[in-house]
């Protein structure tokens, strides 16, 4: 009886904490949209009369850019989001995914290649957790990679209730001591990363009942893997 009491009590703090920080997001995010939208007013109202001091308003713009990604990413990783899997078969997740990054990267000079197995069998999966998963992989990949690199993402079902999802790019790569970094909630090498990104991935694979590992190289890439279920069990 002890040990459960202990128990309601730590997840009745925990739950507490994430409202009480939920909450302090949403308000700092309310105050951050009315200073851009009286700030989109000034630099409009700057850009008719072609002012140089458009610069300025361009910049605060820029920032509060930033700043509201960072309040975002933050709330997201503090949220304890529920898992709502639905059927859906590996194609649609691809070629949406294709979809969404093919015109912008051949513009960019990037080859971006997506292919699957045709083996694996339809999956009972959060999709949007998944699709989440895959953009935040891609854009560092994008980050990572110059003019004429290569992006590829593979699907292949890897047993009779798994299946692994690569994300590879031959970008500037990840040093040996960085690598053990990169999960970890505010650690960004990027001067204009929040630090967030890989971690709201990898709480998003856990809540999937996946893994994710990554190897790279410096200046020959980064590659990672999300080993995920067929099927999730709730």
């Known amino acids: 009886m002890e040990s459960e009491r202990k128990l309601d009590f730590e997840n009745y703090n925990n739950n507490y904490n994430q409202q009480l920080i939920s909450e302090c997001f949403h308000e700092v995010q309310n105050i951050l949209s009315v200073i851009q939208a009286n700030t989109q007013v000034l630099d409009s109202h700057l850009e008719k009369k ?15 850019k930033f700043i509201n990604e960072i309040t975002r990413n933050s709330l997201h990783y503090v949220h304890n989001q529920k898992t709502f899997p639905i059927s859906i078969r590996i194609d649609e997740i691809f070629n949406e995914i294709k979809f969404m990054y093919i015109g912008d990267l051949s513009i960019k000079g990037i080859d971006f290649e997506v292919n699957f197995e045709k083996e694996i069998p339809e999956l009972y999966i959060d999709y949007y957790k998944l699709k989440e998963v895959l953009i935040n992989l891609i854009n560092n990949a994008v980050e990572a ?21 690569k994300v590879q790019d031959n ?38 009942q996946g893994e994710i590992k990554v190897e790279s190289k410096p200046d020959h890439g980064t590659t990672f893997y999300l080993i995920l279920p067929v099927e999730y069990q709730k």
């Open 50 to 64: 072609e002012s140089s001091e458009c610069r300025y308003t361009k910049n605060i713009l820029k920032q509060l």
């Open 145 to 165: 990679v110059v003019e004429d690199g290569n992006i590829t993402v593979n699907a292949k079902k890897i047993s009779a209730d798994k299946f692994m999802i």
């Open 171 to 208: 970008g500037c790569g990840i040093s040996e001591n960085n690598i053990k970094k990169i999960f970890e909630p505010l650690y960004t090498n990027r001067s204009n990363g929040t630090g967030l990104g890989l971690a709201i991935t990898r709480r998003l694979i856990n809540k999937m």
